[in-house]
């Protein structure tokens, strides 16, 4: 199901209810943009920090923007054992424009034609997008609108204004005291936005928002001091109603908070998760403790079904998989041992489209399967823990459970580290070993001139240590062992491993500083002794 600005209103109570009821809620986000060109230094390394990476790429989420996010709640069917519906929403966003309120963002020419080689419907986005905010956009405009001082910023909205205004006025030349007009085409909070600006433009009118449109009303000015003072519609009213409609999906992001009960499953969901921080709760902290304590405060039970897959991929032998699709086809092959005794899942109603067709890359189609590949891969776990056959009555508090050591444990791309734990501090690395690369007759050599040398062996980081040595990473410990053992003995490239005590620039010029201070005290200590 396809949810735009026109229908987000209308859907909203179906859609909480869902969610209240729901077991768990699969999300998946598409962007205008993944990463930007930054400059080396900026680009995100196997040498990061979590903390590193987390100020690196918050730079891109900012720049960057929600296009379409994908909702597929999941509930388990009463009645019938290990069964589940999934009700699988498409949502169009696009940044609030009102008021003070007009963001910038950047497009990314790859990733534009990545999705609109998947069919992404950019006019959906651009014209039906729902508006959204974060707390601080939201009390800004807030106060702006009670207080009446707020002003257009879009010259589309600028003009399209004007227009009405010209059309109103001409109107009310000729009407008579009662008359009314319709002014159509006009929905959501744009239509509150001109009823205000009719309102204080023009004394002797009344506005009423209505299904066809606005209906515009002459009316004398004590009857409009009067409807001003005793309608239902009076201003005070509807200026709440404005910033309702101005808040779009930052409203649904509100109740998927309220419902922190259910898990939030995601594939490979980190980036998605500094988004919905940035763009519907709060600008992203510089502090990354204070991100990772955040977003567990909105999300205390967060599952990354890439984290989960990993180790069990190993495990069972599973063949080689590059994204999520793949995932989801091995899942629902013969090459699983639990695929006839696993869960049922059915698509409810209005999302059957799914049921006949794959959607790559549509946010709902992958929510989708982040839903199911998270019941396949714990009916999987299960099925490890007890046999075949002595498995006990199917539940979704059971495979929770046995994800138990996967929750809150979100994977990392290209890290010191492979997850972050949300929950508390963040594990050691175990990625292979720094290794240390020593270049001899090969004057101003630089990283990018050494990442070619290896690259087609194996792909290492690259940092340079000092003028004649670099730092090489990888994230497989058979290319460590393959480099070590390919360049030993190389007349030019020597390469060992790092040993920080050893090798650090800082560590030598400590040691050399504390040899020279020693000296000179021995010295003085000679020099100073008094003849016997």
């Known amino acids: 199901m396809d949810v735009g600005a026109d229908e987000f209103e209308q859907s909203l109570p179906l859609l909480q209810e869902l969610v209240l009821g729901a077991d768990f809620v699969g999300l998946d986000i598409e962007f205008t943009g993944l990463r930007s060109n930054q400059s080396r230094p900026q680009q995100i390394s196997l040498f990061d920090l979590p903390s590193e990476w987390y100020l690196k790429t918050r730079q891109s989420v900012q720049q960057f923007t929600i296009c379409q996010i994908g909702l597929s709640v999941f509930s388990s069917i009463e009645g019938e054992s290990n069964k589940y519906v999934a009700h699988s929403c498409n949502f169009f966003l696009f940044p609030t424009t009102f008021g003070v309120l007009d963001s910038e963002f950047s497009f990314q020419a790859s990733s534009v034609q990545f999705l609109n080689q998947y069919g992404f419907d950019y006019n959906k986005f651009l014209k039906n997008g729902i508006p959204y905010m974060n707390e601080e956009q939201e009390k800004k405009i807030k106060h702006n609108i009670l207080t009446g001082n707020w002003k257009v910023r879009s010259s589309l909205d600028k003009d399209q204004i004007k227009v009405v205004i010209d059309e109103v006025t001409r109107w009310l030349d000729l009407a008579e005291e009662g008359d009314w007009m319709t002014l159509p085409g006009i929905a959501g909070f744009q239509a509150f936005e001109i009823q205000l600006v009719l309102r204080q433009a023009l004394p002797n009118v009344w506005t009423v928002l209505r299904d066809q449109g606005i209906i515009v009303k002459k009316v004398s000015k004590q009857h409009r001091w009067y409807l001003e003072n005793t309608s239902c519609d009076r201003e005070s009213c509807w200026k709440e109603k404005i910033l309702l409609s101005a808040r779009g999906f930052s409203v649904f992001f509100q109740m998927l908070v309220k419902a922190q009960k259910q898990p939030l499953v995601g594939h490979n969901m980190m980036t998605d998760l500094l988004h919905l921080h940035e763009k519907f709760f709060r600008p992203l902290p510089e502090s990354y ?164 040398e290896f690259q087609n062996l194996c792909k290492f980081d690259v940092r340079r240590l000092s003028r004649s040595q670099f730092l090489l990473l990888t994230n497989k410990f058979k290319d460590a062992r393959s480099i070590l053992r390919e360049y030993r003995g190389h007349p030019t490239l020597q390469i060992s491993l790092y040993r920080y005590w050893r090798h650090s620039p800082d560590i030598n010029c400590l040691l050399q500083v504390c040899g020279v201070v020693a000296t000179w005290a021995l010295l003085a200590l000679v020099l100073g002794r008094p003849d016997p």
């Open 289 to 452: 403790d204070q991100f990772k304590l955040n977003i567990h405060n909105l999300f205390p039970v967060l599952i990354d079904t890439k984290n989960v897959t990993k180790d069990i991929w190993k495990e069972l032998n599973f063949p080689r998989v590059s994204n999520l699709s793949e995932v989801y086809e091995v899942l629902n092959s013969d090459l699983n041992p639990t695929k006839n005794s696993g869960p049922v899942i059915i698509h409810a109603s209005k999302c059957e489209k799914y049921a006949e067709t794959k959607y790559p890359h549509e946010a709902a189609y992958d929510a989708f399967l982040c839903g199911s590949v998270l019941l396949k891969v714990a009916h999987l776990l299960l099925w490890r823990v007890h046999g075949a056959g002595s498995l006990p009555e199917l539940s979704f508090p059971l495979y929770l459970d046995v994800l138990a050591p996967y929750v809150n444990q979100v994977n990392l791309i290209r890290a010191g580290v492979p997850k972050i734990n949300f929950s508390g501090p963040d594990y050691p690395s175990i990625r292979p070993p720094i290794l240390l690369l020593s270049v001899r007759r090969w004057p101003g050599v630089s990283e990018q001139q050494v990442y070619r």
